[in-house]
Structures are given as structure tokens and as C-alpha cells.
């Protein structure tokens, strides 16, 4: 399906829960991500009683590009103040609750607190408003590694090792296909590439990980209200002990779930475990 954003499409996934639905779940992923990496924790939401809904970012996946490469915090804001009114519209009357992880969380801390009564209840998953710059960069650069694609699914997934190394590899490289293109024979991620444009302007208020987002994300998080969980990748070099040390000062009613034998990519890494810590999570919000 397709939903708004702020002036384009936004492709997404919705799984139904039944008629006794306990609420919604907007699950929002990483740059250089998309919709797919939450089809298994969708399903298993929905089995529990949650309507749940995965969307690609702006310039990710099925999700419209922008015309013009307007991948900024602005417009990613923008479209998830629109994606939620859509959403409520459409499941009237049920609690929303955010999930974002990496980007995507960035983008759902800022909005929940800067905007009163947005969510029910917010989860980031390996994110926080401190985010450390070494790993932060070793993600750019895995992002920006094959500027001319893949000669093969094989050779992609190799790259993918090589920047998780500690995630146990699938014996089927099918499930790759949901996250890159072929395209003039050659698989391409399946994001603008022009999105890391904003990467570049380090200084700007406009890129997630500058001075500016940052002390925007403090004050977000100091009017965070609803429940919090914070999910962590244990092997994480994302979000250290000091940025969840900061967010639980920042937010003092925060949860931290910390997953053992992950990394950044928590949801792919051990996504058992990051479903149920997640369900128990909303089960015991409500």
C-alpha cells in the first residue's frame, strides 16, 4: 500500500490484527534500509493483537524519491507527522506507538518529543540522542561502498559480513533481493544514493548525526512523556554506555533492553529476541 508524506508517497506494509486490535505499530528503519527488515517482528505483532505497519522512508525502497534529493531531518519529520495523521484516520480510535530504529529513530525522538501526544509509547532501536561517530561512520562507509552495485547477490552479501562479521549468515540469498535492484546487470542498493548528500554537510541541522540534531535530540528527549524503551545491540559501537546513561537521565522513565549478540543491526541480528523484548514492552503499557 501507499500512504502520504510530506508531499510524496510512502510505500508500507500493514499486518491486521483481528477485531479486538490492542493497538497500532509504525515500525520506521535505518538509512540505507528498508520496510523489509521488519517483516517478521510485523507478523509476530499482529499475531499478538497489534496493527502493525512498516514503512519505507522517503528515498528507500518502493517509497517515492525525491525529485529533488530532499533527504533532510525537515522533511523526514514532515512525513511522519503525516504518515501518523493517515494512520489514525484510517485505525480510528487505537493507541499508536513509534518504532525507529538507527534513522528512523532519530527522526521518531525529535517528532514524539516536540510534538505532545503523538505516540503512546516510543521505542529506539539502537539509537539514542548521543550517537558515537566511529561506528557512526563505519555505517556511512558500508553505505557507501559499491557506488557502481554488485556483480552478484553473492558478492553483496560478502559485503554485508564484512561489516557484521558476528551475524550468523542465511543459507538463501533470496531475502536480498528486498533490498537491492538489478539494474543495467548489476544490483544496486535499493535507496536514492543522493539521500548520503546530506551526510556530507556534517555541520548542518538538516544531517542526523551533526552538533545541531544532537542538542535537538536532548531537548526532544527531556518532553518524551509516554513509556520508552531502549533497545541496544550489546555489540553496538552506535550507542555506547554513555548515550544510554544519557538517555535514561534525559528520559527517567527509559527501559533498556540490551541484546547480547547483537550489533546496530539489532532487528536482523536476533530478531527473536528483539520481538520479545518489544512485545513485552506493549503488553505492559496497554
Partial sequence: MTLPGAGLELAADRWAAGPDARGVVVLLHGGGQTRHSWRTTGQQLARLGWVTYAVDLRGHGDSEWASDADYGLSSHLGDL??????????????????????????????????????AQALVLVDVAARIEENGSARVRDFMMSAPNGF???????????????HRRRSGSLEGLKKNLRLRDG???????????EVEHSADSPEHPNSAAVYERSRMAARHVDCPFLL?????????SDAGVAEMQELIPQTEVIDVRNAGHMVVGDDNDVFTEGLAGFLDRIG
Fill in 81 to 118: 507527522l503525516a504518515l501518523t495523521a493517515e494512520i489514525r484516520r484510517r485505525e480510528p480510535g487505537l493507541p499508536l506507538s513509534l518504532v525507529g530504529a538507527s534513522l528512523g529513530g532519530v527522526i521518531s525522538l525529535i517528532a514524539v518529543g516536540e510534538n505532545k501526544g503523538l
Fill in 151 to 165: 556483480e552478484s547477490l553473492e558478492q553483496a552479501s560478502e559485503a554485508i559480513a564484512n561489516y557484521n562479521p
Fill in 186 to 196: 548489476r544490483w544496486h542498493w535499493h535507496w536514492d544514493p543522493r539521500s548520503l
Fill in 231 to 239: 533497545v541496544r545491540g550489546r555489540m553496538s559501537d552506535v550507542v
